[in-house]
């Protein structure tokens, strides 16, 4: 169902950070580890000029969206279009002489804090709209560069040194362009670094790009059609949307249809920050609780490098120091049924609740309330078990030893289930003169339930061996 209420940008904001922010540290998130030698994130566009030695990004990124535009109100709908960025920052630490002057330095300390000389970013907002659904728009933005100085004083008030950081300008060109498909309204928006001087190396073209570039684009008169899902009445038309670095997805709320994130990532539509992490960690598909471990080992020395890396791998270091055990077992997460119906009990079961075991979810005994040598499942009517015969009709062809196995008899030894509830049996094959050696150090041939005919038991002339009995255990 639409929601009628518009959406909260702050929140979409939170996702979009997560975005802006994606690979801007890597762990261990010192200046000196060799990964944070050389910076990279997604979303980049370099400057259209640079020379082949900087192996600049690509200067431009463009993405298409369908909206649904009411007949009453085709020249009032329109669209406020958000691009957001990083602008590079060079800080350079400068010690000052006995004479006066300042030297650049790779470092500083002043009353035991010490300073590094980085490279920063500065978050970057440009609103450009309205933008009608009606026409064509061409923008160009400047962004200012710009030099600031911060003095370092000791304990008595005395100049150390200073830190200095510099920007360049930056322009960038936004063009929108609306299309009629099929009763839809087919958006088209491109963003290009329109720099006009030269770089003539790595250093230079990151200088002048734009940084983790992605784009916020609000509604208004209109909603914003499923480009993952969209309905089937949408469907040819979403399909004829093309995208170029750039991926739009239904943000906000569940429901909400007034606001589209368009990526340089791939994500799902509504996407949602974890309600278990505590704060950004910046290191690509970050795993917070991995993460926040591994930084909790590291040396008061290497935190002490981190602290003066960056303002925020300080943020980082204090936030996992002062992490309770309590606080990092949350970090497990949840443990969800996708099967189950959204915003219910069922899809959102806590992983850590009064009701579930504390056993940790790596531990082989977390399994043990349904373990896979004595679990069963129905074959056309038939329960299977571990020592149940079957004969194996594979119907996937997941893999080509799966021709020879066609007509052959097996024997069980698991059943078993994932985390989405798929069921899946594990098989030796009767004949095979090294079963019980493959059953010994547990290779396994895995089919699904509709991939297995039930036999008798050998010499039984009965059905496969029910759980309950005692024969579930049988084995050849």
């Known amino acids: 169902m639409t929601r009628t209420s518009p959406t909260d940008l702050d929140q979409v904001r939170r996702i979009a950070d997560a975005v802006l922010y994606e690979g801007y540290l890597l762990y261990p998130y010192r200046a000196s580890a060799r990964k944070n030698r050389s910076r990279w994130q997604f979303g980049v566009l370099g400057p259209p000029s640079a020379a082949p030695a900087c192996f600049a990004e690509e200067p431009g990124m463009a993405m298409q969206c369908l909206l649904s535009v009411p007949d009453d109100a085709p020249g009032t709908a329109g669209v406020t279009l958000r691009l957001r960025f990083l602008q590079h920052q060079v800080r350079r630490v400068r010690r000052r002489e006995e004479g006066g002057g300042h030297t650049d330095v790779a470092e500083l300390t002043v009353d035991g804090t010490t300073v590094l000389s980085w490279d920063e970013a500065v978050e970057r907002e440009i609103e450009a709209g309205p933008v009608p659904l009606t026409g064509p728009t061409d923008r160009v933005c400047s962004v200012a560069g710009g030099e600031e100085t911060e003095p370092l004083t000791d304990a008595s008030g005395a100049e150390a040194g200073r830190i200095v950081r510099r920007r360049e300008p ?36 990151l200088r002048v790009s734009l940084i983790g570039t992605h784009l916020l684009l609000h509604a208004h008169g209109a909603r914003f059609v499923s ?53 950004d960690l910046f290191d690509s598909t970050e795993i ?12 008061e020395e290497e935190k002490a490098e981190a602290r003066a890396t960056d303002p925020r791998a300080r943020e980082i270091v204090d936030r996992c120091d002062a992490t309770e055990p309590g606080d990092l077992h949350l970090l497990h997460g949840l443990l969800r049924d996708p099967h189950a119906p959204p915003d219910t009990p069922a899809a959102r079961t806590a992983s850590t609740g009064p009701d579930i075991d504390d056993t940790p979810w790596w531990d082989p005994a977390a399994g043990a309330a349904v373990p896979p040598e004595s679990d069963s499942v129905p074959v056309a009517g038939v329960r299977v078990a571990r020592g149940s015969l079957v004969r194996v ?5 997941a893999d080509a030893q799966d021709l020879f196995f066609a007509g052959r008899t097996a024997r069980v030894t698991k059943v078993l289930r994932d985390v989405d509830g798929g069921v899946h ?6 004949d095979d003169p090294a079963a019980d050696l493959h059953d010994w150090y547990g290779r396994y041939f895995y089919f699904t339930p ?3 005919e039930p036999l008798p038991v050998a010499g039984s002339g009965q059905d496969a061996p029910d759980p309950s009995s005692s024969q579930k255990e049988t084995s050849s």
Request: hydrophobic share 40%; aromatic share 2%; charged share 25%.
């Open 227 to 279: 480009l993952r899902e969209p309905p089937d009445e949408a469907a040819p038309a979403a399909a004829r949307c093309v995208q170029r670095r750039c991926w739009p997805v239904l943000a906000g709320p569940k429901g909400a249809t007034d606001t589209v994130m368009g990526a340089p990532i791939i994500l799902y539509d509504h996407p949602e920050i974890a309600e278990q992490s505590a704060g």
């Open 450 to 452: 509709d991939e297995l």
């Open 393 to 397: 009709r594979p119907t996937r062809r």
């Open 288 to 299: 917070d609780e991995i993460l926040t471990l591994r930084v909790m080992t590291m040396t």
């Open 170 to 205: 930056l322009t960038v060109r936004i063009r929108t362009d609306v299309t009629e498909d099929d009763g839809f309204v087919r958006l088209s928006v491109s963003v290009d670094n329109a720099h006009a001087g030269t770089a003539g190396d790595k250093e230079s073209a």
């Open 425 to 430: 049996v594990a098989l030796v094959l009767v």
